[in-house]
């Protein structure tokens, strides 16, 4: 069963550029509304475990590297159709594809520093969302 949440982060590339408030507002603009959020900074063993998924792929290493080197913001977003609504309102990983009005159109450099993550199915939402809020933590 679809559920109406979706978990984000705003990665380390738009954090150092001061992109917080610019991408929260594009997020908010397009209805989704905040229920848990969070500055926080993954080890690399996090985003090892974040990450796992891509363990075998061949920019496993550089997306460690590139996701622990500074903070994050984390989040849970509610929206009818979160899931596929985020990854519409994301555009597309390498960000020459992404159309415009896209958050990664906007503010992201490249297919590895890409700007915001967002997860691609409601199974992997609840697991992503629960790798960063305790049940305390969401509203
Ligand atoms: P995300 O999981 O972060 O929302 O991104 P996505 O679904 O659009 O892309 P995915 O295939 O899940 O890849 C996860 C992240 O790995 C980095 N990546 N680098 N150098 C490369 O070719 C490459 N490909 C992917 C990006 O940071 C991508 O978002
Ligand atoms: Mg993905």
Redo the contacts with the bound molecule.
């Keep these: 069963m679809a559920t109406n949440r979706t978990f984000t ?1 705003i ?1 380390p590339d738009a954090v150092e550029a001061g992109n917080i408030g610019n991408i929260l507002k594009m997020i908010t603009d397009g209805g989704f509304k905040i229920v848990a959020m969070k500055l926080t900074h993954l080890s690399e063993t996090d985003a090892k475990k974040f ?1 796992a ?2 363990a075998a ?3 496993y290493g ?2 460690v590297e ?2 622990s080197r500074g903070p994050i913001v984390a989040a849970i977003l509610e929206k009818e159709n979160a899931v596929e609504d985020f ?1 519409a309102l ?1 555009g ?3 960000p020459a594809e992404a159309a415009e009005g896209t958050i990664r159109k906007a503010y992201a450099k ?5 700007a ?5 199915s409601d199974e992997n939402a609840a697991i992503e969302a629960a790798f960063h809020f305790a049940g305390r933590e969401i509203f």
Excluded: C, Q, W
Excluded at 110 to 114: H, K, R, V
Excluded at 116 to 120: K, L, T, Y
């Design positions: 982060m990665k990450y998924v891509h792929r061949p920019f550089e997306l590139f996701m990854r994301i597309a990983t390498n490249s297919i590895g520093e890409n915001v993550h967002g997860s691609d």
